[in-house]
C-alpha cells in the first residue's frame, strides 16, 4: 500500500478484555516496529520485528502484551486482560533500509481502556 | 531517565516569529532524527542527520547535528500557523535497531 495502514482507528475495551491491533505495512518494508505514546510522554518502544522473527522485544511491558508477524507483512499486537493504564495511541512503523534512515508511521490505534 | 531531553516543552508564538527547539542528550547517536506530529496522525519524518556538525536546511527549518553527536537543534525562521503541531525527536545508537524519541515540543502558531 502506499502508507502504513492500522486498524482500528479507535478502540475502547473494558477492563480485562483481550484487544489485537493490527499492522500493514508499506509493502516491501522488511522492518516493522511497534511504538506507544501515553498522553504527555514521548513514543516508547515496544517490538521490532525483522521479516517475520523478532530480535528485540525489550520493550513490551508485560508478558500480557504479545506480538507477532506473517512473512513481511501485516502484524498483529495482542494485549490480554487490558488494565487501565494500558490506555495509549499504539503507533506502528515500517522502514526499509532500517532505522539510521527514518520510519514511515501509521496514524496509530487509540486504546481506552474502562 | 530520559535519553533524549527536548526544551522547551511548550511554545506558543505570533506567526512570523523565528524559533528554536533544542534536543540534547549524554549519549552519542549514530544518526538523529527530527518528525512531526498532528494530532490524530502519526509522526512524519523531517530530516536525519547522520555527521556530527552537519547543518540541513527544508525551506524556513533549519537542522543542525552537534559536532560530538550528542545533540541537535531544529531552528524555524518566519513560523506560519501550519508549522502548528509536536515536534519529536529520536535518536539511532549504533548497534540498535530501535529509535529513541525525546517527549516533543508541542508548538502552537497564532496568526
Known amino acids: 500500500g502506499a502508507g502504513v495502514s492500522q486498524s482500528p482507528s479507535n478502540k475502547v475495551t473494558e477492563k480485562g478484555k483481550d484487544v489485537e491491533l493490527r499492522c500493514d505495512p508499506i509493502?516491501?518494508?522488511?522492518?516493522l516496529y511497534w511504538y506507544r505514546q501515553r498522553l504527555g510522554q514521548g513514543l516508547e518502544f515496544l517490538i521490532y520485528?525483522?521479516?517475520?522473527?523478532?530480535?528485540?522485544k525489550s520493550g513490551l511491558p508485560s508478558d500480557r502484551f504479545s506480538a507477532e508477524r506473517t512473512g513481511e507483512s501485516v502484524s498483529t499486537l495482542t494485549i490480554q486482560r487490558t488494565q487501565q493504564e494500558d490506555s495509549a495511541v499504539y503507533l506502528c512503523?515500517?522502514?526499509?533500509?532500517?532505522?539510521?534512515?527514518?520510519?514511515?508511521f501509521g496514524s496509530g490505534t487509540r486504546l481506552t481502556v474502562v | 531517565t530520559q535519553l533524549l531531553e527536548q526544551s522547551p516543552q511548550f511554545l506558543s508564538i505570533q506567526e512570523g516569529e523565528n524559533l528554536t527547539v533544542y534536543c540534547n542528550s549524554s549519549?552519542?547517536?549514530?544518526?538523529l532524527q527530527w518528525y512531526r506530529q498532528e494530532p490524530g496522525e502519526g509522526p512524519v519524518l523531517l530530516v536525519t542527520?547522520?555527521?556530527?556538525?552537519e547543518v540541513k536546511k527544508l525551506k524556513r527549518l533549519t537542522f543542525q547535528f552537534g559536532d560530538a553527536r550528542k545533540d541537535s537543534s531544529l531552528h524555524i525562521t518566519a513560523a506560519q500557523p501550519g508549522d502548528t503541531g509536536l515536534y519529536l525527536c529520536?535518536?539511532?545508537?549504533?548497534?540498535?535497531?530501535?529509535?529513541?524519541f525525546g517527549k516533543g515540543m508541542k508548538l502552537t502558531v497564532n496568526p
Open positions: 529520536a535518536g539511532a545508537q549504533g548497534g540498535s535497531e530501535k529509535l529513541v
Open positions: 512503523a515500517s522502514s526499509l533500509v532500517g532505522t539510521a534512515y527514518g520510519y514511515t
Open positions: 542527520v547522520v555527521t556530527g556538525g
Open positions: 520485528f525483522q521479516g517475520n522473527s523478532a530480535p528485540d
Open positions: 549519549s552519542v547517536f549514530s544518526s
Open positions: 509493502s516491501g518494508h522488511t522492518a
